[in-house]
């Protein structure tokens, strides 16, 4: 009982770092972001998509289904990740995703037309970069805040955010200067660089051995307390919320994969489409930091409701509108990637609150795999729509719906099972 008061202590001042420790690792998390899968790889795909089409002579569907495999490779690594940061410490997982990734999208540049080969590279490249997503760029922060919890992820995603804005506008304006195996090889680059940067910002040099151990974990005073993941996968609630995930990933990925090519289809030239969908990385902040901010105060389900609701009202703006309109296309851009960027922060609250601290990497990324899942099914079935019914009317009408019944659905999911631990931060 002793030897046990003493690790609860451990923890609990390992969880309890000064103000400028925290500030680190909340400019770790973001600086990752910026140039993690999410934003590195998934909002750059509707910038690449189209003239990695034409080089191939490859139809829609066909393009969208090899380029997101990544997501199969993320859904299939997300439940891998959580039990690897347990094991072995984000500290020893994250630098090696960073530097998978960065070889996996330089392997995409040297990609020859062929659609089994594509396949693999980015089925590999999503396996590999896992650990480049928030579920692990925020495995730190639930374990040092607590009562500002959703504050702290929502400044952390800021970061996730203002990667999806910024890069669709640099990768357009790399391949328009040379072509789009040049602007993944630069991409690269900047992911390696980025990464690391992020890494020495979480991870060096403040960490004493104890506090590296109990970060890895996840553990704090608080962390004894929780669901085993046999107990979650038990109960009705982490189903909902999976299948949840799963609808909303695809039907927002969906539409940001497809989003450049659905506008130029329409008549909008390259460059206004690809600086349209920086609207996107805009509705993701403003979702991140606007969601994590309500968290703090309203119960999430009421929070995410309103977030699914606001991101079917922009797939219905896009979805309804026939125009070149900057204004109208913004504005529903801008409203669906809220959904999206909103959704990010509820992954780890929802575990945090109603399966605890006990197994959070782990369920963070089971639950993560379903989100990535979606984002196989999204852009695929986008594509096949369009394929089908020769534009993406329908597609976008079906998406809306979606989230429309998602803003339903999270209702039902009822009070937390663990709250706010008193005088916590």
């Known amino acids: 009982m002793k030897a046990d008061s003493s690790v609860e202590t451990q923890s609990f001042h390992a969880a309890a770092p000064g103000n400028l420790r925290k500030s680190t690792i909340l400019l770790g998390a973001a600086i990752g972001m910026v140039f993690g899968f999410s934003a590195a790889y998934v909002s750059t795909l509707s910038i690449f998509l189209k003239p990695i089409a034409a080089t191939f002579g490859w139809s829609r569907a066909e393009t969208s289904a090899v380029a997101m495999l990544a997501q199969l490779g993320l859904a299939i690594g997300a439940p891998l990740l959580g039990g690897l940061i347990t094991r072995y410490g984000a500290q020893r997982v994250i630098p090696v995703s960073v530097i998978c990734f960065a070889a996996g999208l330089f392997a995409i540049s040297q990609s020859p037309g062929n659609l089994v080969i594509f396949g693999l590279c980015t089925l590999l490249l999503g396996l590999t970069a896992v650990g480049t997503t928030p579920a692990g760029y925020l495995t730190p922060v639930p374990t040092v805040f607590d009562k500002r919890l959703g504050l702290a992820m929502g400044l952390a995603m800021f970061g996730l955010g203002f990667g999806n ?8 304006a790399w391949i328009s200067g040379s072509d789009w195996r040049a602007a993944y090889r630069l991409l690269a680059l900047s992911v390696l660089l980025g990464g690391c940067l992020a890494t020495v910002l979480l991870f060096w040099p403040t960490f004493t051995k104890t506090e590296t151990r109990v970060q890895a974990i996840g553990l704090d005073a608080r962390s004894h307390s929780g669901h085993e993941l046999s107990e979650a996968l038990s109960t009705g609630r982490f189903w909902m919320i999976a299948l949840i995930l799963f609808a909303i990933s695809g039907a927002v990925t969906g539409a940001i994969v497809h989003l450049v090519p659905a506008l130029t289809d329409r008549g909008m030239e390259g460059g206004q489409a690809s600086r349209l969908a920086a609207m996107i990385g805009i509705g993701v902040i403003a979702g991140r930091v606007g969601a994590g901010v309500l968290l703090d105060s309203f119960h999430a389900r009421r929070v995410a409701a309103g977030a699914f609701a606001i991101g079917g009202a922009g797939l219905a703006v896009i979805a309804a509108s026939s125009s070149t309109s900057m204004v109208i296309n913004g504005i529903g851009a801008f409203l669906f990637a809220f959904a999206i960027g909103a959704e990010g922060d509820f992954i780890p609250f929802f575990v945090r609150r109603y399966f605890g601290l006990r197994k959070f990497s782990l369920l963070y990324g089971v639950l993560f795999a379903f989100f990535a899942i979606g984002g196989v099914a999204g852009p695929i079935a986008f594509g096949w729509g369009f ?15 979606t989230c429309l019944l998602c803003a339903m659905l999270v209702n039902t999911l009822g009070r937390y099972e663990y709250g706010v631990t008193p005088a916590s931060i």
Not at 387 to 401: E, H, K, L, P, S
């Open 165 to 172: 804005t910024i890069m669709p506008v640099v990768v357009q």
């Open 387 to 401: 394929d089908r019914f020769g534009n993406y009317n329908a597609v976008f009408w079906a998406a809306a719906a």
